[in-house]
């Protein structure tokens, strides 16, 4: 186990329902990036965010989808309304810092969201 | 933008087979490579990197990883495949310092036949 931690590991959700995914990084890791990986895709960044603070949301879609870090507790990644489209396997990964020179991403289990 | 290409999407082999898992990434400046292997239900875990130096990089599991700047490529290769070697990499670049997100290729399923 890589020591992040995702819950719920499987979500089902109805179509128009609300989906909350939970990540808590690794102890030390102030930093958390979210990616989502589609059915024979690659994963795909969302989001990156640092406590209390949203740093690079390019990959986040408009609308419905939205994310937070607060000052305590998980990471939350949250879709709203959702639909079939959402199907997916969520990833969370976190890193102490961005220095790039020698701290790569440590990744969790993933959530895998299934919409009926 | 950074891109990452994966162009071998399923490789079967037998055991003791060699192997070679092609990655091109597309970005002209200073890049952070990576190679992470997912086994069925897991996470991704990290086999190899490279920041710079040696470009000739060793990870865990017995793999190592060539970087190739002239040719924008960072291969992947074991010299003697195990079953337990079953499972799908992904090949990933970072180009954005100070922002550690990772561009993935769509990954290479490798499966071996014991």
């Known amino acids: 186990n890589a020591g992040v931690m995702q819950n719920p590991r499987h979500l089902v959700r109805r179509r128009g329902q609300e989906a909350r995914l939970r990540c808590s990084p690794m102890?030390?890791?102030?930093?958390v990036y979210w990616y989502r990986q589609l059915p024979e895709e690659g994963l795909k960044f969302m989001v990156y965010?640092?406590?209390?603070?949203?740093?690079?949301e390019s990959g986040m879609p408009k609308e419905r989808f939205s994310a937070e870090f607060p000052k305590e507790g998980p990471s939350i990644l949250r879709i709203q309304q959702v639909v079939r489209g959402d199907s997916a396997a969520y990833f969370c990964?976190?890193?102490?810092?961005?220095?790039?020179?020698?701290?790569?991403?440590?990744f969790g289990d993933g959530t895998r969201l299934s919409i009926l | 933008a950074q891109s990452v290409s994966q162009h071998n999407h399923h490789v079967i082999l037998s055991e003791a087979a060699s192997l070679e898992l092609g990655c091109n990434y597309s970005?002209?400046?200073?890049?952070?490579l990576f190679w992470y292997v997912q086994y069925p239900g897991q996470h991704l875990q990290l086999l190899l990197k490279?920041?710079?130096?040696?470009?000739l990089v060793k990870g865990i599991k017995g793999f190592e990883a060539e970087f190739i700047k002239s040719k924008f490529s960072f291969n992947l290769r074991k010299p003697s495949v195990q079953w337990s070697d079953t499972a799908e990499y992904f090949c990933?670049?970072?180009?954005?310092?100070?922002?550690?997100?990772?561009?993935f290729g769509t990954g290479t399923r490798l499966t071996i036949i014991p």
């Open positions: 965010l640092q406590k209390e603070n949203i740093i690079d």
């Open positions: 990933a670049v970072n180009a954005d310092f100070g922002n550690e997100k990772l561009t």
């Open positions: 990964a976190s890193s102490p810092s961005p220095d790039y020179s020698n701290q790569p991403q440590h």
């Open positions: 490279y920041f710079s130096g040696d470009p």
């Open positions: 970005y002209g400046g200073t890049v952070n």
């Open positions: 102890k030390g890791h102030s930093h």
